[in-house]
């Protein structure tokens, strides 16, 4: 099994519990996972990941990464670092990037991220420790500040979805000249039809237990109920249920909405997330209902 953890056969801990999750690229994954522990599994994509229609910023990046106009590069996904190593593809062979990767200092965000590095021949001059946020980055860099230096840097940050202001921002306080390069982007499904009947079972009072995994399935969720003048509802919806969130920029985001996550993961990733929700079990679901 995925994910990080196998499910123990004895684990029927979400039986009886109908579960809703919003995975998209490991959907039928995560029903068989949330099936294994007893559950009802209800998997409604809610994003799709597509490339960007110009990959100008990322060119420009390459371009200025090979003239040596870079002195640090902040990797947050590493489906985003191997996305950038296709980008130079088109303009420089894979030695030429990834020895003008190794002239810069390369900060992780957390270990995939490191092992698309190691993929691309270079390495990780830091690796952010779990939960990885973005708080963790800038914590990591304040505390090897002596050999990571900001003031006066040229330092790229990879992005994926949306954009990170706030890590932005503090990395220019800290003195930095910041340059984003978005990779890919999150677009809503090309087929809406699951999601739209998740909201009205979320609605109807049919779901027990919500599972998300990243910020952008909850912002794409609730951009779908507002076409249907659902968002209110959802949001009501939402409270009433169990809510499980992967990790702490997720909580963030669901916190932001008036959502208070149930729970959250000892590891920001799908199995940990299935198998703590069912070694909690039904009373998970029962708690939130009084």
Same mark, same amino acid.
């Given at each position: ?5 196998? +499910? ?9 519990? /109908? ?11 995560? &029903? ?47 489906? #985003?670092? /191997?996305?950038?190593? @296709? ?14 990767? #190794? @002239?810069?200092?390369?900060? $992780? ?11 691309? #021949? ?57 340059? /984003? ?7 809503? +499904?090309?087929?809406? @039809? ?58 963030? &985001? ?5 959502? $208070? +996550? ?16 069912? /070694?909690?079990? +039904? ?8």
């Amino acid at each position: 099994m995925m994910f990080g953890m196998t +499910p123990p056969a004895e684990n029927q801990g979400l039986a009886g519990l /109908r579960v809703l999750s919003f995975e998209s690229r490991r959907a039928q994954e995560m &029903a068989r996972l949330i099936a294994a522990y007893g559950g009802d599994a209800i998997v409604a994509p809610a994003m799709r990941e597509v490339p960007l229609e110009s990959n100008t910023e990322a060119l420009d990046f390459v371009r200025s990464l090979l003239d040596a106009r870079f002195d640090m590069l902040i990797l947050l996904t590493g489906a #985003g670092a /191997r996305g950038l190593a @296709r980008v130079a593809e088109s303009i420089c062979s894979p030695a030429d990037f990834a020895q003008a990767l #190794g @002239r810069i200092a390369l900060v $992780a965000r957390g270990p995939k991220p490191a092992t698309a590095l190691k993929e691309l #021949g270079a390495a990780a001059t830091l690796t952010i420790p779990e939960p990885s946020t973005w708080r963790d980055i800038l914590r990591s860099l304040d505390a090897n500040a002596a050999s990571l230096p900001l003031r006066g840097r040229r330092v790229a940050v990879q992005e994926y979805g949306a954009s990170n202001p706030e890590l932005l921002v503090a990395l220019a306080e800290r003195g930095a000249r910041v340059t /984003r390069v978005p990779v890919y982007e999150w677009a809503l +499904p090309e087929d809406l @039809r699951p999601l739209q009947s998740a909201i009205e079972r979320l609605v109807a009072g049919e779901i027990d237990v919500v599972l998300f995994t990243s910020s952008t399935q909850l912002a794409n969720l609730l951009h779908v109920a507002a076409q249907v003048n659902r968002e209110p509802a959802v949001l009501s919806s939402l409270a009433k249920v169990a809510v499980g969130s992967i990790g702490p920029v997720t909580s963030e &985001a669901l916190r932001a909405r008036g959502i $208070a +996550p149930a729970f959250e993961p000892s590891h920001p990733k799908m199995g940990f997330l299935v198998n703590e929700a069912a /070694r909690r079990g +039904p009373g998970l679901f029962h708690r939130k209902q009084s």
